[in-house]
């Protein structure tokens, strides 16, 4: 007995010492690929500084990436814990879900997360051989905007990125407004109508709407011709455009998705208002004025700060069955701003 004793622990020392090795050879490799990788880093900073740019970009990109998903997972996870819906969550909590994942509540909140990771599944595939991070780079300095997502660009970019995007938006406005005064016409009522297509006629001229002419027309958003569900397809696809969303799938999918993209705004509005504005850092206005329809990132913070207040002063007055309106300010406001 004492002999079979003595062989299990003799197995156990050097099973035990086998792992002790194993671990010691695992960090001696790594803290050898770190060596390599720093004096590797450092010949690029100094030989190749705008490529080195890149690679820190790609390196960041990835770091940014996992802490959002795991930032998601905590979200989730306190849902789930709390039993709260996606509208009861702090601003911040929502808009982190919102930028990650792109509602019918929960399911359009994915939409852009499910894109990003399939752009992401290619790029991290590449990128597992050896200093194959160099065909990745020659991906990120040709194709950027095309196959890169949004945590592999550079901050130069970003700005350039999201004024081409606003200018793809912007090609829209002025359909939308053309077709929202030959909308206007059929309205039976005359004083809304004529409200409405002064409205249109006086933004088609270079104006900016007040707060007040806009809730004047809020009746006829609600129940009539305008609301979402009887729009003619064609205002509905530029509409769709408006919010960067497909408008090449049949008319029922467009008013849906429609109506819950522009209800989610609404739901970030209330929760925005609920923390306040003044808590808002620079960047986080920024975002919030380009979701919202303007084109942010050449404006100060005072100017977001102004504009986003006379939003917040719109949405949150209007109603879920007003989303119609809620989608033409959008353009009402953003268009000759």
Not at 46 to 62: A, C, E, H, V
Not at 259 to 276: K, N, T, Y
């Amino acid at each position: 007995r004492s002999q079979v004793c003595f062989q299990v622990r003799r197995s156990q020392v050097r099973s035990l010492s086998t792992r002790a090795t194993s671990r010691a050879l695992v960090a001696a490799v790594a803290s050898a690929a770190r060596r390599v990788n720093a004096r590797y880093e450092r010949y690029l900073e100094k030989s190749f500084p705008r490529f080195y740019l890149l690679y820190s970009t790609f390196k960041t990109g990835i770091q940014a990436f996992f802490l959002e998903v795991k930032e998601i997972r905590k979200i989730k996870a306190k849902m789930s814990r709390q039993r709260l819906s996606t509208q009861q969550l702090p601003y911040r909590e929502m808009e982190r879900l919102r930028q990650v994942l792109h509602p019918d509540s929960l399911p359009s909140f994915w939409r852009q997360f499910r894109r990003d990771v399939l752009k992401a599944i290619p790029i991290g595939i590449i990128a597992i051989p050896p200093f194959a991070n160099f065909l990745v780079i020659v991906l990120m300095y040709f194709f950027p905007r095309q196959l890169l997502i949004r945590y592999f660009w550079t901050p130069k970019q970003q700005v350039e990125f999201l004024d081409a995007y606003d200018s793809i938006r912007r090609d829209s406005y002025p359909n939308v407004v053309r077709s929202l005064a030959l909308a206007a016409r059929s309205l039976p009522e005359p004083q809304p109508r004529e409200r409405l297509e002064q409205l249109c006629a006086q933004v088609q001229a270079g104006a900016r709407p007040h707060l007040a002419q806009l809730l004047t027309v809020r009746s006829s958003f609600s129940g009539s011709l305008l609301a979402l569900n009887r729009l003619q397809v064609d205002h509905v696809r530029a509409l769709s455009q408006v919010l960067f969303l497909t408008p090449h799938l049949p008319a029922f999918f467009l008013r849906h998705r429609l109506r819950s993209h522009v209800l989610e705004i609404r739901h970030l509005d209330r929760a925005l208002l609920r923390l306040g504005l003044g808590q808002l850092s620079e960047e986080e206005l920024r975002a919030a004025c380009y979701l919202r329809g303007l084109n942010s990132t050449h404006l100060g913070r005072a100017e977001c700060r102004a504009w986003l207040e006379q939003w917040l002063g719109l949405s949150c007055e209007l109603q879920a069955s007003e989303a119609s309106l809620l989608a033409h300010s959008m353009v009402l406001l953003s268009l000759n701003y």
